[in-house]
């Protein structure tokens, strides 16, 4: 009989240890596997609801209450969300630092549908001043500004898109069917469209033909021969914009008053304020059929006809010109054709 009691006695106080057991907020002491540290839980779905329960209920564990040790939030990329979800035109300041090419990155777009959505950067894809108010396209393509007696047919033979795409897409209001109206002014998304990027080139302009310069150059003898290979004007430890149809240059950060160094020797054939955008300016010719310019310096520290030698230093950089932040604009030329990507050239 006794035996039998203290039986009952042992199993009413495991249930009651079990019943006090499943009350503790274990959530708040117990570490999850190792697999999941470093990733955020938002959200988690919970288990197969029983017969009362609503089928559509999720449990949410906001990321507040989540143990720094624990757990960890992914990275913010800053970059928007997909343009699918957005039919319309948007309009974006510039911030100190923006170029084509970052903002381009942030929207997920081409940086040349950052030019073809705004007609005066068309003209100059340095034309960005802190502040500015531009138009970011839901895709790339471009936004075309209806003028008198303009028709979907001619957006075709301008852009290359066919009627069918410019009329049916959601961010144009078109008519279901033709004819397709179109009024001075109008703004028109073209999907897929292309046109003519026209970009400033930085100095004097180089007359046609080999080695044929302005009277705005330097025209007397070159006195210093580059090496035959380039190095940096600035340590790359942040290029903020690449090679691109708009930009034949790269740009790289700098602190302001930093040492811009002569990327090969050569002769100092321009060297000033560039009316383009560039602000102070030097250019130097390395005796070899190549060029190489420095752009949107705070001062220019070499004069025109003066011969330099690799590593020297020729400017401190700054923010001069189109520019929002300081940085240099470098770029490589040769036999005073196309300027060429100076990735390609440099270690």
């Given at each position: 009989?006794?035996?039998?009691?203290?039986?009952?006695?042992?199993?009413?106080?495991?249930?009651?240890?079990?019943?006090?057991?499943?009350?503790?907020?274990?959530?708040?002491?117990?570490?999850?596997?190792?697999?999941?540290?470093?990733?955020?839980?938002?959200?988690?779905?919970?288990?197969?609801?029983?017969?009362?329960?609503?089928?559509?209920?999720?449990?949410?564990?906001?990321?507040?209450?989540?143990?720094?040790?624990?757990?960890?939030?992914?990275?913010?990329?800053?970059?928007?969300?997909?343009?699918?979800?957005?039919?319309?035109?948007?309009?974006?300041?510039?911030?100190?630092?923006?170029?084509?090419?970052?903002?381009?990155?942030?929207?997920?777009?081409?940086?040349?549908?950052?030019?073809?959505?705004?007609?005066?950067?068309?003209?100059?894809?340095?034309?960005?001043s802190i502040g500015a108010v531009i138009n970011i396209l839901p895709v790339d393509g471009v936004l075309h500004y209806a003028a008198e007696g303009d028709t979907l047919e001619r957006l075709?033979?301008?852009?290359?898109?066919?009627?069918?795409?410019?009329?049916?897409?959601?961010?144009?209001?078109?008519?279901?069917?033709?004819?397709?109206?179109?009024?001075?002014?109008?703004?028109?998304?073209?999907?897929?469209?292309?046109?003519?990027?026209?970009?400033?080139?930085?100095?004097?302009?180089?007359?046609?033909?080999?080695?044929?310069?302005?009277?705005?150059?330097?025209?007397?003898?070159?006195?210093?021969?580059?090496?035959?290979?380039?190095?940096?004007?600035?340590?790359?430890?942040?290029?903020?914009?690449?090679?691109?149809?708009?930009?034949?240059?790269?740009?790289?950060?700098?602190?302001?008053?930093?040492?811009?160094?002569?990327?090969?020797?050569?002769?100092?054939?321009?060297?000033?304020?560039?009316?383009?955008?560039?602000?102070?300016?030097?250019?130097?010719?390395?005796?070899?059929?190549?060029?190489?310019?420095?752009?949107?310096?705070?001062?220019?520290?070499?004069?025109?006809?003066?011969?330099?030698?690799?590593?020297?230093?020729?400017?401190?950089?700054?923010?001069?010109?189109?520019?929002?932040?300081?940085?240099?604009?470098?770029?490589?030329?040769?036999?005073?054709?196309?300027?060429?990507?100076?990735?390609?050239?440099?270690?």
């Open positions: 009989m006794f035996r039998r009691l203290a039986g009952h006695a042992s199993l009413l106080g495991v249930a009651a240890i079990a019943i006090l057991l499943a009350r503790l907020p274990w959530s708040r002491w117990a570490k999850p596997p190792e697999t999941l540290v470093g990733f955020a839980l938002a959200a988690e779905t919970a288990p197969t609801p029983g017969p009362d329960a609503d089928d559509h209920t999720e449990h949410f564990i906001p990321l507040e209450v989540i143990d720094a040790g624990m757990l960890t939030r992914l990275a913010d990329s800053h970059t928007e969300k997909p343009n699918a979800i957005r039919p319309a035109v948007i309009t974006y300041t510039i911030a100190a630092g923006d170029t084509p090419f970052s903002i381009a990155g942030r929207f997920g777009l081409k940086p040349e549908t950052i030019l073809w959505g705004n007609p005066l950067l068309s003209e100059n894809a340095e034309a960005l075709q033979l301008l852009y290359g898109v066919p009627v069918e795409d410019v009329s049916t897409y959601p961010g144009n209001d078109f008519a279901d069917e033709p004819p397709y109206a179109l009024t001075p002014g109008q703004k028109v998304i073209v999907p897929g469209g292309r046109k003519p990027i026209v970009w400033t080139e930085p100095g004097p302009t180089v007359i046609a033909g080999r080695g044929r310069k302005s009277p705005g150059f330097y025209q007397g003898s070159l006195v210093k021969t580059g090496l035959g290979y380039f190095i940096w004007p600035v340590p790359p430890d942040v290029i903020t914009q690449y090679y691109w149809a708009g930009h034949p240059a790269i740009d790289v950060d700098t602190y302001a008053g930093q040492p811009i160094l002569a990327a090969d020797s050569g002769t100092v054939i321009f060297s000033g304020w560039d009316n383009t955008g560039f602000g102070y300016l030097v250019i130097i010719d390395h005796g070899n059929d190549f060029w190489t310019y420095y752009g949107h310096n705070s001062q220019n520290l070499v004069s025109v006809g003066q011969g330099v030698d690799q590593g020297q230093t020729i400017a401190l950089s700054g923010s001069t010109g189109n520019s929002t932040g300081d940085h240099i604009d470098f770029r490589i030329r040769y036999q005073a054709g196309p300027f060429l990507d100076p990735l390609q050239f440099l270690p």
